[in-house]
């Protein structure tokens, strides 16, 4: 987060303009929810991809230490914070000042194309994601619950997939 906010401060450009503040967390935390649902359904199915299962192996469930997981973990949720912030913060606010509501459609593009070398059905899955989260950002106000959605997003398809794996909860 400090490289952003550093970026954003040499530019001289408000941190908070460009969704880094909480933003209206009512409607944030509701969006959140419904696409909450929506992330956890996906996954479901995701996980079964055979592709999937082998590109998101995540070896790390498989040893059974919570340790491990979670420093797994926060380092996907750091990852996610820059991710989030590149894409719907750095690029949306502003080009929608610019473009209006084709600002999502841009970024969600570019977003896609990150995800070239990965799977097909996240490749083609992450077009519609980045317009979702997209949306999110711009409703809300703030980067901050795609943070949440993403990382959920990470987490479920990788706790599904050692489920799968294991037939039982990978860390009990």
């Known amino acids: 987060?400090?490289?952003?906010?550093?970026?954003?401060?040499?530019?001289?450009?408000?941190p908070l303009h460009n969704g880094l503040g909480v933003g209206n967390w009512r409607k944030g935390l509701w969006l959140s929810f419904l696409a909450s649902i929506a992330v956890l359904c996906s996954c479901f199915l995701f996980a079964r991809v055979p592709a999937m299962q082998s590109y998101y192996s995540a070896p790390r469930w498989g040893t059974g230490d919570a340790g491990l997981i979670l420093a797994g973990e926060w380092g996907r949720l750091r990852t996610l914070v820059g991710w989030e912030f590149l894409f719907r913060g750095f690029l949306l606010f502003p080009l929608y000042?610019?473009?209006?509501?084709?600002?999502?459609?841009?970024?969600?593009?570019?977003?896609?194309?990150?995800?070239?070398?990965?799977?097909?059905?996240?490749?083609?899955?992450?077009?519609?994601?980045?317009?979702?989260?997209?949306?999110?950002?711009?409703?809300?106000?703030?980067?901050?619950?795609?943070?949440y959605v993403h990382w959920l997003l990470g987490f479920a398809l990788e706790f599904c997939i050692a489920i799968g794996k294991r037939g039982t909860i990978p860390f009990l």
Not at 1 to 14: E, F, G, H, K, S
Not at 124 to 140: H, I, K, V
């Open 1 to 14: 987060l400090a490289y952003p906010v550093l970026v954003l401060l040499l530019l001289r450009i408000n």
């Open 97 to 147: 000042e610019i473009f209006g509501p084709a600002a999502n459609l841009i970024q969600a593009t570019l977003c896609a194309v990150t995800h070239m070398n990965k799977p097909l059905v996240e490749m083609y899955g992450s077009f519609p994601f980045a317009l979702l989260l997209g949306y999110l950002a711009r409703r809300s106000g703030s980067v901050w619950y795609g943070v």
